[in-house]
């Protein structure tokens, strides 16, 4: 007997065909949301040109890279050659000093009275010998006459004998006070030369950067420096050229170096003076796993037109591959 069979409610066949259709929305829907991160990196920008280059067009630089202003010698800085209590501390920062001008004294006193003794002991030698030179003198002519008279046979000849051997001993006190006058010379130079140095003077014309100096403070050579000096040279940069560009650089090659800023608006023309031999750690990067594993060799560049830049100021050098363009 065939077993009856019910009719299926309307509402489930729907149901059961409306399946499919909601499944495959949602496979779409989620198709969609993982193509949306693809498609918002696709239209993204890209990534920024180097600077003084178009999409499409070929760079006149043969390289750039970071540098610094800075000086032949780089900056000077001094300290007191002798110990002692600073008596006086003639300029401040911000003074323009010229060669030889004084920066600092110590107490002179000791070191003075150190020269006056020298020159005592000078003198005192001084009229010791010229007393020796006047009896050297009488006893040369004494034992030449008594030499003569023993010759014409009026004589005694151990008066002559006696008369020459004064005199040769006065020649030998005679060399004797020379070497002590030369002795007390010797030490008055020193003595003056100690009083130079209780003084500390400029070695050039230079502007005072930095001053850590006092009256009444006690100073050595050794308690680091007092004065901090820019000496009045030439402005120079000293670029770090990475490895990779470090064949195509030449000396007497043109560069443009422009201020590190975002306006760039300050440039300068400049040109390679000469290029390092030695690879070293980059020291102006700013990422310090970038500074860590780059190496560059120093490239020294000489401004076309005297500057007055800052020491220090950051700059960045790019390098022409041909002729410097004409302004």
Not at 238 to 252: C, D, K, M, V
Request: proline share 7%; net charge neutral; with cysteine.
């Amino acid at each position: 007997m065939t077993p009856p069979v019910f009719p299926m409610p309307l509402h489930s066949r729907d149901s059961r065909a409306a399946m499919p259709d909601r499944l495959t929305r949602l496979i779409r829907l989620g198709c969609l949301a993982l193509s949306v991160p693809w498609l918002l990196a696709a239209c993204s920008k890209p990534a920024q040109a180097p600077a003084g280059t178009a999409a499409g067009t070929a760079s006149p630089y043969a390289a750039v890279a970071r540098g610094r202003v800075d000086i032949e010698g780089g900056l000077l800085t001094l300290s007191m050659p002798r110990e002692g209590t600073l008596a006086r501390v003639a300029v401040h920062e911000g003074d323009h000093v010229g060669k030889g001008q004084l920066l600092a004294a110590l107490d002179i006193e000791p070191a003075r009275l150190a020269v006056d003794a020298a020159q005592a002991q000078q003198e005192q030698a001084q009229a010791q010998l010229k007393l020796l030179e006047i009896r050297q003198a009488a006893a040369r002519q004494r034992a030449k006459r008594l030499a003569a008279a023993v010759a014409a046979g009026a004589g005694d000849g151990q008066s002559a004998d006696d008369a020459s051997e004064a005199a040769a001993q006065l020649d030998a006190e005679h060399e004797s006070a020379r070497a002590a006058l030369d002795m007390a010379s010797q030490k008055l130079a020193e003595a003056r030369y100690e009083l130079k140095q209780r003084s500390l003077l400029a070695p050039f014309d230079a502007y005072v950067v930095h001053v850590s100096a006092q009256p009444g403070a006690s100073v050595s050579p050794s308690s680091g420096p007092l004065f901090t000096l820019l000496p009045q040279k030439p402005r120079i940069v000293r670029a770090e050229l990475n490895e990779s560009f470090a064949g195509a650089i030449q000396p007497g090659m043109h560069a443009e170096v422009v201020a590190n800023s975002d306006s760039e608006a300050q440039h300068w023309s400049a040109h390679v003076l000469r290029i390092g031999r030695v690879y070293g750690p980059s020291t102006l990067e700013n990422d310090p796993q970038i500074r860590a594993n780059a190496r560059s060799v120093e490239c020294v560049l000489a401004f076309d037109q005297p500057q007055d830049l800052r020491i220090g100021q950051r700059v960045i050098v790019r390098f022409f591959a041909g002729q410097a363009p004409k302004d």
